[in-house]
């Protein structure tokens, strides 16, 4: 711990230094409909706006998530069917990932696994959204 800190105390000053939080996420999808409606209707995530058919933000407590078309703020290809080009863990109480985990069965959503205790002190969930993004519902126990 003490060289961790003797490390950061030797870095140069920048004024990244000053980035507490990150402020929004930006999922760059595929099948804008198909997303659109997994996060709005089966996680139920609150539509925050909408600045074009292109661009969608959700409101998560103090972040925000948007899904955008490729294109929007950048020229990178699509990442290929098959590959997730993020994952994203969201943090709930315990008891809580077993209900997620239920409501998603019961939405018809595939479970990369199940409700797991991990070594490491999390009860984990996985599963993907509809461009095969690896999502993780989580709590520390």
């Known amino acids: 711990m003490d060289e961790q800190r003797e490390q950061q105390n030797r870095r140069p000053h920048s004024p990244f230094n000053a980035i507490r939080a990150i402020d929004y996420t930006v999922i760059f999808v595929r099948d804008m409909a198909a997303m659109r409606r997994f ?15 292109n661009w969608i933000e959700y409101g998560l407590g103090s972040n925000t998530l948007a899904l955008a078309k490729p294109g929007r703020t950048a020229t990178d290809a699509p990442i290929p069917h098959g590959s997730a080009a993020l994952q994203l863990a969201f943090k709930v109480s ?25 070594s490491f002190g999390h009860r984990t969930l996985f599963f993907r959204d509809p461009d095969d993004n690896l999502l993780e519902v989580y709590a520390e126990i």
């Open 39 to 53: 996060y709005e209707d089966v996680l139920a995530f609150p539509l925050l706006r909408e600045l074009s058919p």
């Open 94 to 118: 315990a008891a809580e990932v077993d209900q997620y985990a239920d409501e998603l069965v019961r939405q018809g959503v595939a479970l990369l696994s199940p409700p797991t205790n991990q």
